[in-house]
């Protein structure tokens, strides 16, 4: 299943964007990772039932959350870094817990990634 992420772009620092991203249906856990330039990509954020789980790095600046009638997860990221600069990939899996959910090997689906620049 091939996942659509779009939103990304380039904000100066103390910005704000949306990324957002289609996902198949409501049966999937969908998570946000981002790979920065000579980096290895890195859990962001990810959607339980009972709210978002995010990584100490963004805590308190961005905001996963979803609206099931469009099949839509969002990624509120307030507060930008230059830091977070990277590409942003959105990520979907059926068999996804608690003690997996950072883990890129519990998401089978993977959308192609956006590009967020944070620089003035």
């Known amino acids: 299943v091939q996942l659509q992420a779009s939103g990304g772009g380039l904000v100066q620092p103390g910005g704000s964007l949306r990324l957002s991203c289609a996902v198949p249906?409501?049966?999937?856990?969908v998570a946000w990772f981002r790979q920065a330039p000579g980096m290895e990509r890195s859990f962001v954020a990810a959607?339980?039932?009972?709210?978002?789980t995010y990584a100490d790095s963004v805590k308190g600046r961005f905001t996963i959350s979803r609206d099931n009638p469009k099949n839509t997860v969002y990624l509120q990221m307030n507060s930008l870094r230059p830091e977070d600069t990277a590409v942003y990939y959105c990520?979907?899996?059926?068999?996804?817990?608690?003690?997996?959910?950072?883990?890129?090997?519990?998401?089978?689906?993977w959308g192609l990634g956006t590009l967020v620049t944070v620089s003035s």
């Open positions: 959607m339980k039932q009972s709210g978002g």
């Open positions: 249906g409501r049966s999937y856990v």
């Open positions: 990520a979907a899996g059926t068999s996804v817990i608690s003690s997996n959910m950072a883990s890129q090997r519990a998401y089978a689906n």
